[in-house]
C-alpha cells in the first residue's frame, strides 16, 4: 500500500528544505544515527514532519513546549530549534531511552533549553500541572502528545490544564494507515481505540476553539495528526 511517491517527495523536498549545512541537519543526523545504534524502535517522525512541528512552534511563536514521548529526542530537537527562545519539556518513561535523547540533544547543544524528565506520563504530567497551578511552572503554548496511545486522551486531558488561550494540542498518530476508521478494528486494537477516544473527546470538548485532523503521506507510509486550538 505505500506508494513510492510518497517518499520520492518526502527525499525531494528535504533536498531543498533540509540540506546538509543547513540550521540543524547535524543534530538531527546525530540524534538519528545514534537511535539507530542504540536499536530505538524507528518510529520517530520522519524529517518533515519534525520540521512541520517545528514550524507550528514558529507559527505560534512557542516559547513553553511539553512533549509526552522523547523516544531518542529527535522530535524534541526539532521542538528545540524552533527559536533561540524556546524552552522544552519532554517525558520519557524509559531510562535507557531518556540517557541516548540527553545525549542527541547535548551533541546539539541543547541542554539548556530542552530538559527530559524520566517518568510516565500520567505521573509527571498532574506534577508539571500542579506547578503550572501554583505559578511555578508557565503555562505551554505547544503540547506534542506522541507516546502510549491507549493514553492518548488521558495525556490530553492533563496537557489542556496546562495551555495557554490560543494554545495548541497535537497528537500523533491518529490514523494508522486508515485503521482509525474501521469500526471492528477500534474493539480489539487499542493503539487505534487509542486515536479514537482522543479525537472523539476532542471533538466533544467545549475547551477547545478549533480542531483538525490532518492525514499524512510520506516515507512513514500514510499517518496523520489531530490538531486542537484551546479557548
Ligand atoms: C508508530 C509510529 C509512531 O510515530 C509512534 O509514535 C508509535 C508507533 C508506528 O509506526 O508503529
Ligand atoms: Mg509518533
Not at 517522525?45 to 523516544?71: F, P
Not at 496537557?159 to 488561550?165: K, L
Not at 499524512?216 to 484551546?230: R, S
Request: hydrophobic fraction near 40%.
Amino acid at each position: 500500500e505505500k506508494d513510492d511517491r510518497w517518499t520520492a517527495v518526502d527525499q525531494y523536498a528535504i533536498k531543498h528544505l533540509h540540506p546538509p549545512g543547513s540550521a540543524n541537519y547535524a543534530a538531527i543526523n546525530y540524534a538519528i544515527q545514534l537511535a539507530e545504534e542504540k536499536q530505538l524502535p524507528s518510529i520517530e517522525v520522519s524529517l518533515l514532519q519534525g520540521k512541520w512541528l517545528q514550524t507550528q512552534c514558529q507559527l505560534i511563536d512557542a516559547r513553553h513546549v511539553l512533549e509526552v514521548g522523547t523516544l531518542g529526542g529527535i522530535s524534541s530537537i526539532w521542538l528545540g530549534t524552533s527559536s533561540s527562545r524556546v524552552r522544552v519539556t519532554t517525558i520519557e518513561i524509559a531510562p535507557e531511552r531518556k540517557a541516548v535523547a540527553e545525549q542527541a540533544i547535548a551533541h546539539a547543544g541543547l541542554s539548556e533549553r530542552v530538559e527530559v524528565m524520566l517518568g510516565a506520563g500520567m505521573d509527571v504530567l498532574p506534577k508539571l500541572r500542579q506547578e503550572v497551578a501554583r505559578g511555578e511552572r508557565s503555562k505551554f503554548d505547544l503540547v506534542f502528545i506522541d507516546a502510549d496511545k491507549p493514553n492518548n486522551l488521558n495525556y490530553f486531558n492533563e496537557a489542556i490544564q496546562m495551555v495557554r488561550s490560543r494554545g495548541c494540542i497535537i497528537v500523533d498518530n491518529v490514523v494508522r494507515r486508515g485503521r482509525v476508521a474501521d469500526d471492528e478494528l477500534a474493539k480489539t486494537d487499542s493503539q487505534v481505540e487509542g486515536a479514537r477516544r482522543v479525537i472523539e473527546g476532542a471533538g466533544a470538548d467545549e475547551r477547545v476553539l478549533g480542531h483538525t485532523l490532518l492525514q499524512t503521506v510520506g516515507e512513514k507510509n500514510y499517518d496523520g495528526m489531530l490538531i486542537c486550538v484551546i479557548k
